[in-house]
């Protein structure tokens, strides 16, 4: 799918070939019966309209791609964002995260599928080297042996930036896949929030406790993901080896039988995103000793209506961690620049002192 590449014409063909599109505003950019111009019978003028300069705003957020440098090109570079410590390492409080890349949407299937199609490893490594770029120094995302590849191409290419290891749910059955992923040298590499809540759950706090001991023998930083607050609390009062947290602002992983008792018995289809989560995550930060990297900061993807949600979203997370932390956002420039407006949004919180670094 070629939605930002070649002329104004052609990515307006690309867009009409597009049923919906999720992130505009949540709305359907063409119906069943509209696709490929061929409106429904007795459809309004307005609504035409609407179509065209919805399609028109995506054709000219088309060209925010194709002005990017490609992978071999110079441009000019921002300074480093503001930076915190973990371990011996200076990481900056804006990480890149890995879902949008690799169709991890938290939205459907198409949209996975899209997300997917888009970023090829030639333009995975132009997306990590434009976020070093605009100043950003760390990338997080899944073990995967995708991801494996992505991350020795674009070190191939020269790219420096740090990277952080998240662990899939099965490693309770596949422990031996740290030391894989430790030989690509992490930062860090930390348990999937999913099973280390799952084995919670199960009592298997041993078996945690082993994957956590083996990360610590491979010879990087040992991580601790969680959506639920609770865990986290744990580890601190336990004192648990682990030198960074990642708390997900939204406790997407609660049991079905709890979020019936919270909404009285009838559920939404689909995830669940409460507006009550993230002030609970939030405050469980605030008492944790150790750096926590808080993600889910834009409900993934559902606080991106306007330009004044994002910025509201960067500033009440920064504002409402340790001035220790950072926060990991999935972004997807194939539309508009997320990289390059998340970049510019956090270094002015910080600049003005809103943050302090």
Not at 15 to 32: D, I, Q
Not at 163 to 181: F, N, R, T, V
Not at 308 to 317: F, S
Request: glycine share 8%.
């Amino acid at each position: 799918m070629e939605f930002c590449r070649g002329s104004e014409r052609e990515s307006l063909a690309t867009v009409r070939s597009l049923r919906t599109y999720p992130f505009c505003e949540g709305k359907a950019l063409m119906s069943e019966n509209e696709e490929a111009g061929s409106f429904e019978p007795g459809a309004s003028q307005k609504s035409r309209r609407e179509f065209l300069q919805q399609a028109a705003g995506l054709t000219a957020g088309a060209s925010v791609w194709a002005a990017l440098p490609a992978s071999g090109a110079s441009a000019p570079s921002d300074p480093l964002l503001p930076t915190i410590r973990l371990g011996r390492h200076e990481v900056t409080r804006l990480i890149i995260g890995g879902n949008p890349i690799y169709g991890y949407s938290h939205f459907n299937r198409i949209l996975s599928e899209y997300q997917t199609a888009w970023h090829t490893p030639e333009r995975v490594v132009e997306l990590l080297k434009h976020a070093e770029a605009r100043g950003i120094n760390t990338w997080q995302n899944s073990y995967a042996g995708r991801t494996l590849s992505d991350l020795d191409r674009y070190r191939g290419a020269g790219g420096k930036m740090h990277w952080l290891c998240l662990g899939k749910p099965d490693w309770d059955e596949k422990p031996h896949l740290i030391e894989d992923a430790a030989r690509r040298k992490p930062v860090g590499i930390a348990p999937h929030g999913s099973l280390s809540e799952r084995l919670h759950r199960q009592n298997k706090l041993s078996t945690l406790a082993d994957l956590l001991k083996r990360i610590r023998q491979a010879g990087v930083l040992v991580g601790l993901s969680a959506h639920n607050p609770v865990l986290i609390e744990l580890a601190e009062e336990k004192g648990w080896d682990v030198d960074y947290f990642m708390c997900c602002l939204y406790y997407l992983t609660r049991p079905r039988e709890e979020f019936k008792k919270l909404l009285g018995g009838e559920l939404p289809v689909g995830e669940i995103y409460l507006s009550s989560d993230p002030p609970r995550m939030f405050n469980v930060i605030q008492k944790t000793r150790k750096t926590c990297l808080a993600y889910k900061v834009l409900a993934a993807g559902r606080r991106i209506e306007n330009p004044a949600q994002v910025r509201q979203c960067l500033e009440i997370a920064l504002g409402s961690v340790k001035p220790t932390d950072a926060l990991i956002v999935g972004m997807y420039n194939q539309i508009s620049d997320q990289v390059g407006e998340n970049a510019a949004i956090v270094r002015e919180i910080c600049e003005r002192g809103a943050v302090k670094p």
